[in-house]
């Protein structure tokens, strides 16, 4: 029978059909019952979500380190350009999440399942073009061999913030004083430490003891604090940027045609929580009303986003770095603000590495023997660790990291399938050309920002390691 059957679950296979999500893990989806009956409640459930509960899950999954880079998205596409733009793109970017909802809920419908994932999704909607139906499984492989990529990338952006944000507290430790009122926009470093890839290698044994914990709800009490302390640091980075924006605001208002790609990336590395939507509606009390929380919530998103980042370039202008933290001043607020958002991402990255792991290590641990079941468990999770910290050492600059991640793997998930997929779901029902085009549009933006953004990061990160070997050999040759 074949792979694609959609009675057969493709047990054993590297990209299993059921890939968990850190949604998964910290509120399980309940037993629910058929598509039709969740269309108004799960009747008899007291395990689903509520409304608010959603719209908390919603705003976690979306809110990370990718808004910290925003500034320097906005100094890319030029002050005006750019909040322009993430209008834009937000608005893309909430309607193809619509449509991946819409396209789940029409095929669980008709195979009369309670819930699809993505994966998923893309496989049955495969499945209703003729001449695709052989290859279906093709399809939910390559949608979670793009969430592995975007996730363990996560996990190599985690390395970088945690890296340059420790380092540059250590190094203006002994500057630290209760005066925030710094208008140089620069953090004083008074003492030069370690090269901030030193820095990633010593958090390397403290992430790999951390993906050792067995179960992810054990962490739910340190997601909770996480939440309090990088919602609290998100305020004061507001209020100390609103305070000391300069007039007049003399900054370009178009930026350099080369550099947009890299606001794609970043902006698209931000919006792209995608991955967390259908769990978020599976897991609903009354699926019907997801809709409303998703436009509630991605509305605030974007303004966060918006706001931030023009907010932060008007403050910083020229001088702002690849994470707005890097910005604030020696001041006991702000190096706090640095170190409790870091933990926040600290504790972060074991619920972005959930889905990676969850994916690969399984069907290799099917493999072994009781015996030694654990063992490899535990080594194959050490090793996708290394691996991460490895890339983020090859790659240490934060800004391009992101950028990188956004334009290899969150436009193909946020941009270039959910509108492929609406096409093959719905073709047969006719849809409309003006559908159909704009369809296609939206997946050309999302194929020219991967192809554009992909060059211009990888130009970019040979270009910044040229000149940091030839300045290094320069200073090695002058003692």
Known sequence: MSSSDPDIPGEGSLFADQHPSEMDALCPPPPGPSRPQRNYERIGERTGTSFCQTLIHLLKGNIGTGLLGLPLAVK???????????????????????????CSNHLSTRLDRPSLTYGEAMQYGMENVSWLRRHSHLGRQTVNLFLIITQ?????????????????????????????????????????????????????????????????????????????????????IYVYCIMNIRYPINLPKVGRGQDYPLFFGTAIFAFEGIGVVLPLENTMQKPHTFIPALYLGMSIVSFLYISLGTIGYICFKEHISGSITLNLPNCWTY?????????????????????????????????????????????????????????????????????????????????????????????????????????????????????????????????????????????????
């Open 152 to 236: 363990l990338g996560f996990c190599c952006v985690y390395f970088v913030f945690l890296g340059d944000n420790i380092k540059q507290v250590v190094e203006s430790a002994n500057a630290t004083t209760s005066n925030c009122q710094n208008y140089t926009n620069q953090t004083d470093v008074l003492v030069p430490s370690f090269d901030s890839r030193l820095y990633m290698l010593c958090f390397l044994p403290a992430f790999i003891l951390l993906v050792f914990i067995p179960n992810l709800k054990y962490l739910a009490p340190m997601s909770l604090v996480a939440n309090v302390v990088m919602s609290a640091s998100l305020v004061l």
């Open 335 to 479: 190096q706090a603000v640095k170190l409790l958002y870091s933990l926040g991402i600290f504790i972060t990255f074991a619920l972005q590495f959930f889905v990676p792991a969850e994916i690969l290590v399984p069907p290799v641990v099917a493999r072994v023997t009781e015996r030694w079941k654990k063992a490899v468990d535990l080594l194959l999770r050490t090793s996708l660790v290394i691996f991460t910290c490895v890339l983020a050492i090859l790659i240490p600059e934060l800004d391009l990291v992101i950028s990188l991640v956004g334009s290899v793997s969150s436009s193909f998930l946020a941009l270039i399938f959910p509108p492929i997929l609406q096409v093959m779901t719905f073709h047969r029902d006719g849809l409309s050309p003006l559908v159909t085009i704009k369809n296609i549009l939206i997946s050309l933006i999302g194929f020219v920002g991967f192809v554009t953004g992909t060059y211009i990061a990888f130009e970019q990160i040979v270009a910044r390691n040229t000149l940091k070997h030839r300045n290094s050999t320069e200073a090695v040759s002058l003692l």
């Open 76 to 102: 890319n596409a030029g002050v005006l350009v750019g909040p322009i733009s993430l209008v834009v793109m937000g608005i893309i970017a909430i309607h193809c999440m619509t449509l991946l909802v819409r």
